[in-house]
């Protein structure tokens, strides 16, 4: 089974709209991490956003707020007022502490989401 | 403000051939790890370090070799490139001991070809 889950394999959206970009995961662990990162036409990979599982407030930055929901194992981002340099692949991504030690931990990553946003 | 250096950022290789992909990073970060990104794959771990003279093997590590040459420095290797090995690579660091929001800093990736 994926652990990182991201069902919408493209996405559009009107500028100035929000978005919600979908993430479901899949762990046994108790304690873990969950990131966002974007990742634009040039290539990089941008952090945008980190909750853990033990923060009770759903993380925000900026535009960026993730709805956590942890019974349904979702982390899914939200951009408000979307801008055209919105536009790229959005990934998700798990750290599971079980997996991690000596300050080093592994991410997984799901396949991401293409999202367009259309002037 | 460097942050992860990533050389070269382009490279074709014949099959067969060898070539080590270099980076460094300059925000005193202990782990350091090597991706491969390929079409609707998402990011995967090939390797990783989690400090200095310390190297384990990720999710595909076959093929590859890695040396963490120095707290800064994180080399990969593929000693016999196979087409199978087309991707882009992603050095990334991470310091763990400085809080558990801490993310993984990427480089801007090496597009590597194998004819």
């Known amino acids: 089974a994926q652990k990182i889950t991201q069902t919408q394999p493209g996405m559009f959206v009107q500028e100035k709209e929000a978005v919600t970009l979908d993430c479901t995961y899949d762990?046994?662990?108790?304690?873990?991490?969950l990131f966002w990162y974007k990742q634009p036409s040039s290539g990089e990979m941008i952090f945008l956003i980190y909750q853990g599982s033990y923060d009770e407030q759903n993380a925000t930055e900026g535009r960026y707020s993730l709805n956590f929901q942890k019974a349904r194992k979702s982390a899914n981002l939200v951009i408000s007022a979307s801008q055209l340099g919105d536009s790229a692949m959005y990934f998700c991504a798990m750290r599971e502490d079980a997996y991690s030690g000596a300050g080093s931990y592994q991410l997984t990553f799901g396949k991401g989401t293409k999202l367009s946003v259309i002037p | 403000n460097a942050g992860v250096t990533q050389t070269p950022k382009f490279q074709v290789l014949k099959t067969g051939q060898s070539m080590t992909l270099q980076c460094a990073q300059d925000m005193n970060h202990n782990s350091m790890y090597w991706y491969r990104q390929d079409p609707g794959m998402g990011l995967r771990l090939i390797y990783y370090?989690?400090?200095?003279?310390?190297?384990d093997k990720g999710e595909v590590p076959n093929g590859y070799n890695v040396s963490r040459l120095n707290k800064r420095e994180f080399s990969l290797r593929l000693e016999s490139a196979a087409p199978s090995q087309t991707s882009v690579y992603f050095c990334?660091?991470?310091?763990?001991?400085?809080?558990?929001?801490?993310?993984?800093?990427f480089g801007d990736g090496t597009r590597l070809s194998i004819l």
């Open positions: 990334a660091s991470s310091d763990l001991n400085s809080g558990t929001d801490q993310p993984q800093h």
């Open positions: 370090s989690a400090s200095e003279g310390t190297t």
């Open positions: 762990t046994s662990d108790q304690s873990y991490g």
